[in-house]
């Protein structure tokens, strides 16, 4: 339950943080959005710290290579 409560609020906190800097390309916005939702998939499969960094690295990945193409 820790876990959950910290991922949301590190995610949290990079989105406000992320406002402060310049426009940021479609692959910054991907690998960001693919970290949230990767850790909490990660979380809810495996229900660990391993999976919740595990879904996160996974989904910055994903998101990244799915932001370039737009």
């Known amino acids: 339950m820790n876990t959950k409560i910290l991922m949301s609020i590190a995610a949290a906190a990079?989105?406000?943080l992320s406002g402060c800097a310049m426009n940021p390309t479609n692959a910054q916005i991907g690998t960001a959005t693919g970290?949230?939702?990767?850790?909490v998939a990660g979380d809810a499969l495996?229900?660990?710290?391993?999976?919740?960094?595990?879904?996160?690295?996974?989904?910055?990945?994903?998101?990244?290579e799915i932001g370039k193409k737009r």
Do not use: E, K
């Open 46 to 64: 495996f229900g660990n710290t391993l999976g919740t960094v595990g879904g996160a690295a996974a989904g910055a990945v994903i998101g990244n």
């Open 35 to 39: 970290a949230v939702l990767g850790g």
């Open 14 to 16: 990079v989105m406000a």
